[in-house]
């Protein structure tokens, strides 16, 4: 029961906000605050509660090695996606629209999985539903970025839809091979937290902080902006 609700959790805000972008208008200013609230939240729960808890027990040396790897895979990830993860939606040319836009999709794709690694813990046997509230925060714009995306290139409603779905199980992928893996007794996954762990702060690291500070006018923030990222660092406080 605990997998299926954590596949749920992780699906259907995907679902829910890819769908109706494709067929209503989202408020640009809106979609930035959100933005801006997902990326403040995932930073403060790497901070306070990922960093602590992989390097508990770890391999020190390891986790650092993977925090840098994260950050910069998320690098290579960007040059595939566009930085579509971050929410952005670049403008397209007419003959860019006439072009499905595989490489995005693939790095997106790529990038929700690894996000997913971490939900499991094959070390205490549990659910991390911290993190899983900070990729449904984090994953809702993307997913309003993706459907304009699909929508600019006049991708047809049932591609929309099968591609959306597609993307709302990359992340619950991730976590089921985290599970089998973890309660598969005849691997040695002592290595595995540390690796996983490390790989997802890095890339929370760079996309939050990516989100944070390139996201705002002539690097200025304003007052709602702020409200909103702290809120995040009040919600990943009082969660985690």
Same mark, same amino acid.
């Given at each position: $029961?605990? #997998?299926?609700?954590?596949?749920?959790? @992780?699906?259907?805000?995907?679902?829910?906000?890819?769908?109706?972008?494709?067929?209503?208008?989202?408020?640009?200013?809106?979609?930035? @605050?959100?933005?801006?609230?997902? %990326?403040?939240?995932?930073?403060?729960?790497?901070?306070?509660?990922?960093?602590?808890?992989?390097?508990?027990?770890?391999?020190?040396?390891?986790?650092?090695?993977?925090?840098?790897?994260?950050?910069?895979?998320? #690098?290579?990830?960007?040059?595939?996606?566009?930085?579509?993860?971050?929410?952005?939606?670049?403008?397209?040319?007419?003959?860019?629209?006439?072009?499905?836009? /595989?490489?995005?999709?693939?790095?997106?794709?790529?990038?929700? /999985?690894?996000?997913?690694?971490? #939900?499991?813990?094959?070390?205490?046997?549990?659910?991390?539903?911290?993190? $899983?509230?900070?990729? %449904?925060?984090?994953?809702?714009?993307? %997913?309003?970025?993706?459907?304009?995306?699909?929508?600019?290139?006049?991708?047809?409603?049932?591609?929309?839809?099968?591609? +959306?779905?597609?993307?709302? +199980? $990359?992340?619950?992928?991730?976590? @089921?091979?985290?599970? /089998?893996?973890?309660?598969?007794?005849?691997?040695?996954?002592?290595?595995?937290?540390?690796?996983?762990?490390?790989?997802?702060?890095?890339?929370?690291?760079?996309?939050?902080?990516?989100?944070?500070?390139?996201?705002?006018?002539?690097?200025?923030?304003?007052?709602?902006?702020?409200?909103? $990222? @702290?809120?995040?660092?009040?919600?990943?406080?009082?969660?985690?």
């Amino acid at each position: $029961m605990p #997998l299926l609700n954590s596949i749920f959790y @992780l699906s259907a805000p995907i679902l829910l906000f890819g769908s109706l972008t494709y067929f209503i208008k989202i408020n640009q200013t809106k979609l930035q @605050l959100l933005l801006a609230l997902s %990326a403040s939240y995932i930073f403060s729960v790497a901070i306070m509660h990922l960093l602590p808890e992989a390097y508990e027990h770890q391999n020190h040396k390891l986790v650092g090695l993977f925090i840098v790897i994260g950050f910069c895979l998320q #690098l290579v990830i960007d040059t595939f996606s566009s930085g579509i993860e971050h929410g952005h939606v670049h403008s397209h040319t007419a003959t860019c629209k006439n072009h499905f836009p /595989f490489s995005i999709i693939f790095g997106l794709m790529f990038h929700s /999985f690894l996000e997913g690694l971490p #939900l499991y813990n094959s070390i205490t046997n549990t659910f991390n539903y911290k993190i $899983m509230l900070g990729l %449904a925060l984090h994953n809702t714009p993307i %997913a309003i970025a993706f459907a304009t995306l699909l929508k600019d290139h006049h991708t047809h409603s049932i591609k929309v839809i099968a591609l +959306l779905v597609v993307f709302s +199980l $990359m992340a619950p992928f991730g976590l @089921l091979t985290s599970y /089998f893996l973890g309660t598969n007794s005849t691997l040695n996954l002592k290595e595995f937290m540390p690796i996983a762990y490390g790989l997802v702060i890095g890339i929370f690291l760079h996309i939050s902080t990516v989100i944070m500070f390139e996201g705002s006018e002539n690097h200025k923030y304003n007052l709602p902006k702020i409200l909103v $990222m @702290l809120l995040g660092v009040f919600l990943a406080f009082i969660i985690s």
